[in-house]
């Protein structure tokens, strides 16, 4: 008797079976004070957007507080046709001795398992420079964490491999 394959086992696409949330790419809602847009594009090792990848963020409040009530800090985007994702939040606090951040989990065909990656905040210099997490990588793997200012937020374009590839962490 064979069991059956689980998602790990098998290769997408299949992301928006069971993925799909309503509002999920909306931390805060829309005109909440201090929301900003996070957002870029998830690509692959030649530079192809992926149409059908998803990030998951995860962070603290504006205060550095993780299980604040009223504050879901948890948010879900789907990527468009271009590769293109966005989720509505606010700035988080700094956490502890870590520079304010937000994780992001990226599922993508082809990746057995997610992979987990940080946006940092490049208005946050001092702190940054102290993160134990930030400082611990070479100055080119640091450059792939820390997202560009936006009209509406802060911008981070992820690669999944190849010469411009975002730093990831093992789990």
């Given at each position: 008797m064979s069991l059956p394959e689980t998602p790990s086992q098998t290769v997408g696409p299949f992301f928006s079976i069971g993925l799909t949330w309503e509002d999920g790419a909306r931390v805060v809602p829309e005109g909440a004070e201090g929301a900003l847009w996070l957002h870029g594009r998830i690509l692959d090792g030649e530079g192809t957007p992926i149409p059908d990848a998803v990030v998951e963020t995860w962070?603290?409040?504006?205060?550095?507080?993780?299980?604040?009530?009223?504050f879901r800090?948890?948010?879900?985007?789907?990527?468009?046709?271009?590769?293109?994702?966005?989720?509505?939040?606010?700035?988080?606090?700094?956490?502890?001795?870590?520079?304010?951040?937000?994780?992001?989990?990226?599922?993508?065909?082809?990746?057995?398992?997610?992979?987990?990656?940080?946006?940092?905040?490049?208005?946050?210099?001092?702190?940054?420079?102290?993160?134990?997490?930030?400082?611990?990588?070479?100055?080119?793997?640091?450059?792939?964490?820390?997202?560009?200012?936006?009209?509406?937020?802060y911008a981070l374009d992820i690669h999944l491999q190849g010469p411009h590839a975002t730093a990831f962490f093992a789990f």
């Amino acid at each position: 008797m064979s069991l059956p394959e689980t998602p790990s086992q098998t290769v997408g696409p299949f992301f928006s079976i069971g993925l799909t949330w309503e509002d999920g790419a909306r931390v805060v809602p829309e005109g909440a004070e201090g929301a900003l847009w996070l957002h870029g594009r998830i690509l692959d090792g030649e530079g192809t957007p992926i149409p059908d990848a998803v990030v998951e963020t995860w962070q603290a409040d504006p205060h550095g507080h993780l299980d604040a009530p009223g504050f879901r800090g948890f948010g879900r985007g789907p990527t468009d046709e271009d590769g293109r994702w966005r989720v509505l939040t606010l700035k988080p606090g700094p956490v502890g001795d870590q520079a304010p951040h937000v994780d992001l989990a990226i599922f993508a065909r082809g990746l057995l398992r997610q992979v987990l990656t940080r946006l940092y905040f490049p208005d946050e210099t001092e702190r940054n420079a102290a993160d134990p997490v930030l400082s611990s990588l070479d100055a080119d793997a640091r450059a792939t964490l820390v997202a560009q200012p936006s009209d509406d937020g802060y911008a981070l374009d992820i690669h999944l491999q190849g010469p411009h590839a975002t730093a990831f962490f093992a789990f």
